[in-house]
């Protein structure tokens, strides 16, 4: 079951060799954060390294397969109905487009598929061409993930029977926090969510974004959710806030650089075993800030030339980088 909580005893400095993951606190996150950047850099490198091979970042492609018109009101989101942000409702796309998108992807060297619908959550009669995409691109030799919203009884297993890898539903923030963010859903919704996936057999993929009016002890908060969930999600996506004209989040500062890079450490340290991805936001940052990154222990990312309704940096310019940082693709 997921875990709501975020207090726990207090976590070892290094996380114990356990059959299960440690309790963090909060406010041991928070020590992380307040380590000299040097020392939690080392730090997480260690970890790092115990898991996973430290030149080796995984790349994934994410297609809008429905764009537009969701009914709840993320403050972050020009896919909400309730703001006026240009982007133009759109109907789910054809199975066609999809496997060709799908096709590129692979040619260009991603290795998972992430299809995501602008849906409060997915009715059964939306749900059954999602499924036969999943069936398809996994046929292609992708590994497949969606990102449909919130999933009631029963479609998690038929997700599953058709293949799907990977379900991604963030908690966004902190649960404090949360209420600040979005208020047509809780936040045990999204945990009630992750569960049926997780009952399921899917593989979990659940982060949250940075730059939302957070505070650090908020941001600590978040990496203590995610941290704590039982068990901890395979793979973590951190997103750094892109802010969109019409949002009640468009003008929200920009989140200082070294502190959006001191929250991949905390969650490479605090999750050993997740992939910790480099997701929305990656087109404002330089080469240097995502080397500092994949220092700090990113070894996933999405590629490509867009990210849902966003621009992403192009498939060039990430070759050049992984060259330039000696990285080899997974």
Known sequence: MTTTSTHAPTATTTPPQATEAPRWRVADVEALFAMPFNDLLFKAQQIHREHFDPNAVQRSTLLSIKTGGCSEDCGYCSQSARYDTGLERERLLPLDEVLENARAAKAKGASRFCMGAAWRGPKDKDLEPVLEMVREVKALGLETCVTLGMLKDGQAAKLKDAGLDYYNHNIDTAPEFYGQVITTHTLQDRLDTLDRVRDAGINVCCGGIVG????????A????????????????????????????????????????????????????????????????MSDEMQALCFLAGANSMFYGDRLLTTDNPEADRDETLFAKLGLKAI
């Open 221 to 284: 908060a978040l990496i203590a959710q995610l941290a704590n969930m039982d068990p901890q999600p395979d793979s973590v996506p951190i997103n750094n806030l892109v802010r969109i004209e019409g949002t009640p989040m468009g003008e929200n500062e920009e989140v200082d650089p070294i502190e959006f890079v001191r929250t991949i450490a905390a969650a490479r340290i605090t999750m050993p075993k997740a992939y910790v991805r480099l997701s929305a936001g990656r087109q404002q």
């Open 212 to 219: 939302l009016g957070e505070g650090r002890k908020s941001r």
